[in-house]
């Protein structure tokens, strides 16, 4: 049933109607009249108990309630809002001269140029440089520079930067003269927003009690912000035919998902599968696309400026890409294009040094490379 609604002007003029039509003659209700006022207030008043009532109907309801009461709502059937997720990606230490060993701890502190955005070094065990004794990564006597991860300081997704934005180093390091990002940091996300939510508790109930691709969406979903899946039944890892197996390529937006995130997909998936099935979890087949193109622009536009927009936006549409698609050669164009008004023309066009479209296969996923825009 749809609430009918009265506002100021309408509550006035039925109480004044309801006054006069009780009344033996005629009364007195020109603004400024003792009745006129109260008629007015108590309308004020009325208006002020249809918001409470319209307030209670909307925190009755997940579809209209926001913020705390969203959150106590889907609460009650055990489902909470995901959190923020810190970006992570990697910068290169490197100094002028490299005659002594140096080390770079665990922890290091590194910021943007504009100082907004702090990141700090973290830990490897996999990468060669990486000294768990010394708890850092140890430049030796010879080597110029060294590559290694870090992770936002704060989560949100106001940490995904672009390459080259990190310069700085909060503290000094002793025998380390500059840093920066030669690639982006990813994978940030701010806290799950209010429509999200409502759309995973959907989800939810659409999976109770279900051994179905949607419960699969659904456990997936639960893990974390920003993940994207494919899904390929009755196959094996190794792509051929298998009853009762399924496999899940799982993105983080990286690329290269992290084992640890894997291992959380895998106990989630593992709690709704089908009784008597296997099934595997697994990362993307990275496959990099190296663009490389020249613009011909109008000679009054800043050639920079579209060089940068185009540059952005070829990266943009490759790491949109999904799980198992394909990137057409012919696209870099119509990007180029769309762009900007003032590109004119895009030539020398090449994806991966030719000029055939690019394909990932069925488990692959396409990423952004070396993208070369002149």
Known sequence: MQLPLQNFTTLVSNAAAAVQGSAYQLVDLTVGS???????????????????????????????????????????????????IPAAGQVTFSRFTALAAALVPVGTTVRTGDGTQSFSVSADAANPAFNPGQNGYV???????????????????????????????????????????NSGTVSGADAETDPALRARFALFFASRSRATPVAIANAIAGVRQNLTYALAENTSPDGTFRPGCFV?????????????????VVAAVDAVRPLGSIFAVRAPTLVQANVSLTLLTNPAAPHAVL???????????IAAMPIGSGFAWSRLAQIAFNANPDVYNVVAITLNGGTADLLSGPGGIIRPGAIVVS
């Open 34 to 84: 003792t009745l006129r006022a109260i008629l007015e207030a108590n309308a004020s008043i009325a208006l002020w108990m249809q918001w409470l009532v319209l307030l209670v109907l909307r925190t009755t309801r997940a579809a209209t309630s926001y913020g705390a009461d969203l959150d106590s709502w889907v609460g009650d059937f055990g489902l909470v809002r995901l959190p923020a």
């Open 307 to 317: 060089v940068a927009q185009v540059a952005r936006a070829i990266t943009a549409a």
């Open 248 to 264: 899940v390529t799982l993105d983080d937006g990286s690329g290269a998902p992290p084992a640890s995130l894997i291992a959380s």
């Open 139 to 181: 430049l030796a006597a010879g080597t110029g520079a060294v590559t290694v991860p870090i992770v936002a300081a704060s989560a949100g997704a106001a940490g995904n930067v672009q390459p080259g934005a990190i310069s700085l180093i909060g503290a000094a390091l002793p025998g380390i003269d500059a840093v920066q990002n």
